[in-house]
């Protein structure tokens, strides 16, 4: 499962407008790292980009093919499908095997046969995460991945991510919340921010929804 990701100098954009710049750093197998800063400083911005939903302004961003997996906002689900049907279609997408013990890992054993759109927000949440599980990828990209998590639901999610970096894999995620990852490291973008255009950007303030 190792595969290491290295950012150089990357410039990044939102709505047209540089949000952050000279970004680098290195994520290694069995690392994980977690993505801090204010609120619309570019965390939702960078991962996209580092995702491929969207190029960067400069700079260059190393890693093996197919190495990740992609959280976001969202939680990915079919709501006319069940939490097994949801599971199966993923792990056919990625090609990967059988996912009964993703099910034990993220407490979704008693809902197995319930349909995902009748799912609470936080059994959403918990299902969409255990996509990253059957997906095989070996890094991981979180965008604020214990929203609607209650605190049992935030240590299962810490302890599967423990186990994806004990096996070799790693972590990239944007979280105000604490999770006590040892391997965890923190990188302020705050330093990174871009600076302002010409024109101040007037025009074009998207506030915090991307964050």
């Known amino acids: 499962m190792n595969a290491h990701l290295t950012v150089t100098d990357l410039a990044i954009s939102r709505g047209g407008i540089?949000?952050?710049?000279?970004?680098?750093?290195?994520?290694?197998?069995?690392?994980?790292?977690?993505?801090?800063?204010?609120?619309?400083?570019?965390?939702?911005?960078?991962?996209?980009?580092?995702?491929?939903?969207q190029p960067p302004l400069a700079g260059t961003v190393s890693m093996p093919a197919d190495a990740i997996a992609?959280?976001?906002?969202?939680?990915?689900?079919?709501a006319t499908l069940s939490v097994t049907e949801?599971?199966?279609f993923w792990a056919a997408i990625y090609g990967t095997g059988g996912f009964a013990p993703v099910l034990e890992a993220m407490n979704l054993e008693a809902l197995r046969d319930r349909m995902a759109g009748s799912l609470s927000?936080?059994?959403?949440?918990?299902?969409g995460l255990a996509r990253l599980?059957?997906?095989?990828r070996p890094i991981w990209m979180l965008d604020e991945p214990t929203v609607s998590l209650d605190a049992a639901s935030?240590?299962?999610?810490?302890?599967a991510v423990r186990a994806h970096l004990g096996q070799g894999g790693s972590a990239l995620?944007?979280?105000?919340?604490?999770?006590?990852?040892?391997?965890?490291?923190?990188?302020?973008?705050?330093p990174f921010k871009?600076?302002?255009?010409?024109?101040?950007?007037?025009?074009?303030?998207?506030?915090?929804?991307?964050?």
């Open 18 to 53: 540089p949000v952050l710049e000279g970004v680098s750093f290195t994520l290694s197998p069995g690392r994980a790292l977690v993505l801090r800063g204010p609120n619309g400083v570019g965390k939702t911005t960078l991962l996209r980009t580092l995702a491929g939903l």
């Open 70 to 78: 992609y959280s976001g906002h969202a939680d990915g689900l079919k």
């Open 86 to 88: 949801n599971l199966s």
């Open 121 to 127: 927000a936080g059994q959403k949440r918990r299902l």
């Open 133 to 136: 599980l059957v997906s095989g």
């Open 154 to 159: 935030v240590a299962l999610f810490a302890q």
């Open 173 to 190: 995620m944007a979280t105000h919340i604490e999770l006590g990852i040892a391997e965890a490291e923190v990188l302020d973008l705050a």
């Open 194 to 211: 871009a600076r302002p255009p010409v024109d101040g950007g007037r025009g074009h303030d998207f506030g915090e929804a991307f964050a």
